[in-house]
T-cell receptor, first 109, second 116 residues
Framework: GQNIDQPTEMTATEGAIVQINCTYQTSGFNGLFWYQQHAGEAPTFLSYNVLDGLEEKGRFSSFLSRSKGYSYLLLKELQMKDSASYLCAVADSNYQLIWGAGTKLIIKP | GAVVSQHPSWVICKSGTSVKIECRSLDFQATTMFWYRQFPKQSLMLMATSNEGSKATYEQGVEKDKFLINHASLTLSTLTVTSAHPEDSSFYIC????????????FGPGTRLTVL
C-alpha cells in the first residue's frame, strides 16, 4: 500500500532551527511537496522536490532522497507565526497526491 | 501564483438540506480540480477528482450520489452535499491542478460546513 509517515507533533523555540522528517512508500514517484496549514485555513504551498538534493527558499529548505524514500523540511530562525501543521505529500505514478497526516509544530518563546 | 476561490467560506444548514460549494480558478484554466475533506486534527482526504466535461472520479468510500460534482467549465467546479447530516460537517477544500501533468495544486480557502 501507499504510506506517508511524519511525526505527529514537534516543539521548538523561537529563533531556533527545526527539521521535520517525512518517509514515504508509494506506487511510483512524481515529486514530493511540503505544505503549511494554519488552523482553520487551507494549505499553502511551500516546496516541491523531484530530484535528490536540497532546495533552499529563504528560511525554509527541503531535502529529498529518492533512494531512501525520505525528505525533510528545515525551518530556520523560527518565528511564532511558523506555528502550524506541515503536510508532506507525494505525487504517485498517476500524479495523484498521497498525503501524510501532518506534523503540528509548536513554537515556544 | 494562481488564485483559486471558494464560495461560501462557511455555511450552516439543517439536516436533510443540500448545500452547494463553488470552486473557481480565477486567473488560469483548470481542466482538473480536486475536492478534499478535512476533519479536525486530521489530514486532507481526497474525495474526488473532477475533470472538465466528464464525470468525476470518486475515491473509495465516497458516495457519488451524496456528493455531486459538476465541472462544467474550465474555471468552475461545484460540489453539492445532498441531504446533509451532522456527520457531513467538515472543512471542504478544493484545489486546481496546474503545471505539467498537474503536479502543482493551488488550493482554495476552504468551506466550513456545519450541519445541525
Amino acid at each position: 500500500g501507499q504510506n506517508i509517515d511524519q511525526p505527529t507533533e514537534m516543539t521548538a523555540t523561537e529563533g531556533a532551527i527545526v527539521q521535520i522528517n517525512c518517509t514515504y512508500q508509494t506506487s511510483g514517484f512524481n515529486g514530493l511537496f511540503w505544505y503549511q496549514q494554519h488552523a482553520g485555513e487551507a494549505p499553502t504551498f511551500l516546496s516541491y522536490n523531484v530530484l535528490d538534493g536540497l532546495e533552499e527558499k529563504g528560511r525554509f529548505s527541503s531535502f529529498l532522497s529518492r533512494s531512501k524514500g525520505y525528505s525533510y523540511l528545515l525551518l530556520k530562525e523560527l518565528q511564532m507565526k511558523d506555528s502550524a501543521s506541515y503536510l508532506c505529500a507525494v505525487a504517485d505514478s498517476n500524479y495523484q497526491l498521497i498525503w501524510g497526516a501532518g506534523t503540528k509544530l509548536i513554537i515556544k518563546p | 501564483g494562481a488564485v483559486v476561490s471558494q464560495h461560501p467560506s462557511w455555511v450552516i444548514c439543517k439536516s436533510g438540506t443540500s448545500v452547494k460549494i463553488e470552486c473557481r480558478s480565477l486567473d488560469f484554466q483548470a481542466t482538473t480540480m480536486f475536492w478534499y475533506r478535512q476533519f479536525p486534527k486530521q489530514s486532507l482526504m481526497l474525495m474526488a477528482t473532477s475533470n472538465e466535461g466528464s464525470k468525476a472520479t470518486y475515491e473509495q468510500g465516497v458516495e457519488k450520489d451524496k456528493f455531486l460534482i459538476n465541472h462544467a467549465s474550465l474555471t468552475l467546479s461545484t460540489l453539492t452535499v445532498t441531504s446533509a447530516h451532522p456527520e457531513d460537517s467538515s472543512f471542504y477544500i478544493c484545489s486546481a491542478g496546474a503545471g505539467v501533468d498537474y503536479n502543482e495544486q493551488f488550493f482554495g480557502p476552504g468551506t466550513r460546513l456545519t450541519v445541525l
